[in-house]
């Protein structure tokens, strides 16, 4: 609206949402609060939110006065979860550069890749992480500055053309105070790449504004909802889109943190969890399955893990069912690098509880929270129905949401069309539905949904079909071109060892007791002996295309 | 900062925080969420928050079409709480016009000024509230149209020059969505007036921004912390300060509202309890006096009520202690209309959970959320240390804290200087200590306060002592000039029918078991009869001020 003769001014304060007001607040109102690091042996370290609020300012003097840190200059941290992570993850932003968490398992390539596209100036690195750095160094053109926190043979560094500083020394009797500067909140606070398995990793800058939101939703009731009460033990790597937000959202009502540090296996989490009592956890299946596991062949105490938070990708149903015998309610969660990363949280609705429905409203994704405006876009560019039913790709809009991605300093952000509407919806690249109320099941992703008529087939669920079959140890489903309907599924097997290939028997089955529609099943099959792989384990469908593409699959066609 | 160089941006979107928001998201992902409207007889009107949804959008195309209601108009409301009171909730500032409440309890002379200071252009009124309304209209200078929603008698407007409308009439066939517009998330959406016992009523304008902030403050699990699994008993009025941002935190969750209308008596407040069985109830300690002494005369179940929020003035120990006996665990929170109101929620830290301290903790004001910074400033002006022993006055600033009043359409808003310091924190007028864990605990009103040589003596830390004493029913205790000193405190007591006074032995009570410091202790004494009272039945301390200054009370100097 133009101001007009009668407008009305708000009387409210103008007052910024800033990384720094988060960091006041929990290290004075919450100051006892507790950062506790796994250190493997002995004792964990502890430190209470007050100190590390002095730390933090610590931190700050000597980036500014001793390594001449700049406003907006990118910090770059190779770290572990642990209390001088979390410094790092508040001095930066608060004194108004960029924090730059570095994912150290990332092939060296492309980590040093995403150091030298950031710019990175100054890198924070655990010691127990030099085997790593070392060889990279000499590869990173910008870094002028290491700075070295924890245990570690700094040997390892001897030569390196950037300075090399010990974290202690660096902060040692900095003062304990420090003037943060009142910034604008939609400035550039923390960045993050996605290491999507095609084309270059892409940053994301989340901002002030945006950080600090996104902590306010984290700590509602519907979300997470913790309280100072609580224990977080954030087993989701800081490296990794801000650890979902949890020291931020910790930081903002005083919940403690329990940091793994680099203790990451099934045996010390068990072991921490016992002796630490934390009451809630967040991580991505893999670990619970292995934690799973280890409570299984060695019981333990876990009883004060009453919340879990399982997200990163969909969490399989015995597996929920295991933990809630344990005792530990999951709570399934959705997101993405480009959504800060909470995009729905799957907290059944007040009419399923209770009910034989609630377990169904878990395995969803979950439902959008207010700060999330989401739809589905068809095949065509249509808007679908919330009908649960309708399949289309997830667009997403809100504060906290990517609208663009990283394109160097002083430069635009870029906007790529598959991944950015023209109304600047972030394009999820997922492909699910949304029932009435609002809950998303995802079923595929967009590159792998197969384009049939104009309807979608969704590769996962074939696949998912397939595997349920005695004979099928794996299945992958890809899109192969087809004159008449576009796009049709070609099935690709690999058999129980002793099975022969029935392809007919296959269709049935799909047709029969896996629920498929008759249209929906693919006339296409071959055997192969492994499904290809990607570096982190998914399916990687690129490769099965091509393979079909230059004819060196031996298809069958029904 | 300026841009730079090497500036780095945000590639955060840019969303508004827009109350509009916050009514699609609840009247969709919650759209089976109900407002339950108490009917005082038969029952109880229900509402799903999709057909809230759907009504805001036909009373916004009601006001827009027919009305003719523009951007930033005002509209008045003089309502209860009810479903209707919630649609204009939600209509009024998401189309962009201003919603302000009418405080139906104050003097008809004040609300009549208030709504000409506000030049409201429309008023919705519910039925019943015709025969307060009815004689202001003729003052109402800027009052065109009367829109009239429930029961009651319509030819009580007989005459009325503004235009009288029916609101089921006026919304009946309009469209059931409307298209809200993008606004600035600053600009001007609600409004509520002050009632200062002093001097003329001010406005408070809340933004867009503001209040989508306070409605996530009050969802966190720190603060109120509710979820769609709740129903909120919204007693405080919805003309009181946004009846606390309830309507629009429950909207954003999905939490079901439960509306008393008109009835906000003991029995039937009891009676909606036991049949509609909330979980939360939120009101001032008046309310809940009443409601403790219905349940001890004619016991209910009550039992599903187990959260209670209570503000507006201290809750007595007492009154704490009997509804944790019932099992409605009482939370005590601070704020004002100049706060939105969330200041404080006195949730007692994890240490004092279980100890003999936890109940101390509830009794104080609370702890500041991250949204509101605070400090106390003593009698020179000079920053106090957060010791839970040096007493100032409280100034507060946050995104939903007041920096200004406003002052009629296409003005400035102002800062009188006894309200807002030079940097624009709000000057909260009451007096108090803040703990090093960031609790507050009141002590007095600034106004109040006896400044005796640069220190500051608690007015009602004496009345308080002076009423423990078996002699005294009242007392009230004033600053008066004083040679030495600046001020010293003045003691005017009430007797017990028979007592004779003693004022030596009531200031030697004082210094012994009221515990109050010599310096503190009166030397000026006299007896009333009884305390002059406010409309609201707050001690007037002016009038005894001015009964002093005449030298009408008769003054013992011991």
């Known amino acids: 609206m133009s101001p007009r003769e009668d407008t009305v001014l708000s009387t409210m304060q103008d007052v910024p949402l800033l990384i720094s007001r988060i960091l006041t607040h929990g290290s004075t109102v919450h100051g006892t609060s507790r950062v506790t690091t796994w250190t493997g042996e002995g004792e964990p370290h502890r430190r209470t939110f007050a100190e590390i609020g002095a730390r933090a300012a610590q931190l700050a003097h000597a980036l500014r ?27 930066i932003p608060s004194m108004g550069a960029i924090l730059h968490t570095l994912n150290l398992r990332l092939p060296p390539e492309q980590l040093a890749w995403i150091v030298n596209h950031a710019a990175d100036r100054v890198v924070i690195a655990n010691g127990s992480l030099l085997p790593l750095l070392a060889p990279l160094l000499p590869h990173l053109k910008t870094v002028e500055h290491v700075v070295v926190t924890g245990p570690g043979d700094r040997s390892l560094l001897d030569g390196a053309t950037a300075q090399v500083h010990e974290y202690e020394d660096l902060i040692a009797g900095k003062p304990t105070t420090y003037d943060w500067p009142e910034l604008d909140e939609r400035s550039a606070a923390a960045m993050c790449y996605t290491s999507g398995t095609t084309g270059e990793p892409k940053g994301v800058v989340y901002s002030h504004r945006s950080i600090y939101l996104h902590s306010m939703q984290v700590n509602m009731a519907q979300s997470m909802g913790l309280t100072d009460q609580d224990t977080s033990l954030v087993v989701v790597p800081q490296f990794h889109v801000n650890a979902w937000g949890l020291p931020h959202a910790t930081f903002m009502t005083g919940v403690n943190m329990l940091m793994p540090d680099r203790f990451l296996q099934p045996a010390p989490l ?76 799957a907290r059944p609705p007040a009419q399923a509880v209770g009910t034989e429905a609630e377990f169904a409203y878990r395995l969803t994704q979950g439902r959008f929270p207010a700060g999330v405006e989401a739809r589905l876009t068809g095949p065509d560019g249509e808007r679908l129905p919330w009908d649960g039913e309708s399949a289309g790709e997830l667009e997403v809009r809100g504060p ?22 023209e109304d600047n919806w972030l394009k999820t690249g997922d492909v699910g539905t949304i029932s009435p109320d609002g809950y998303l099941t995802l079923t595929d992703r967009a590159k792998d949904v197969i384009k049939s008529g104009g309807e979608w087939i969704s590769s996962v669920e074939l696949e998912n079909a397939l595997m349920a079959h005695p004979d099928v140890t794996e299945a992958a489903v890809v899109a192969v071109p087809d004159e008449k309907w576009g796009e049709r599924p070609l099935a690709t097997v690999v058999l129980r060892e002793g099975a022969t290939a029935d392809f007919a028997a296959l269709r049935a089955f799909l047709g029969g007791d896996g629920g498929i529609a008759k249209w929906q099943l693919p006339e296409r099959w071959a055997v192969i002996e492994a499904v290809p792989k990607t570096s982190v384990g998914k399916f990687d469908k690129k490769v099965l295309r091509r393979r079909y593409a230059d004819g060196e699959l031996e298809v069958t066609r029904l």
């Open 65 to 91: 006065a001793d390594l001449g840190v700049g406003d907006d200059e990118r910090i770059g941290t190779l770290a572990w979860n642990n209390a001088e992570h979390v410094e790092a993850y508040f001095a």
């Open 270 to 345: 068990a072991e921490m969890i016992e002796s630490e009592r934390p009451t809630h956890a967040a991580a991505v299946p893999t670990i619970w399955q292995g934690l799973l596991a280890e409570l299984t062949a060695r019981p333990r105490d876990v009883a004060s893990l009453t919340q879990v938070t399982i997200g990163g990708s969909a969490c399989p149903p015995s597996l929920m069912e295991a933990f809630d015998r344990l005792g530990m309610r999951v709570c399934h969660a959705w997101g993405m690098t480009e959504t800060s990363p909470l995009g729905t949280v």
């Open 400 to 421: 906290w949401i990517a609208g663009a991605y990283y394109n160097g300093p002083a430069a635009d952000p870029i906007r790529p069309a598959d991944k950015f509407s």
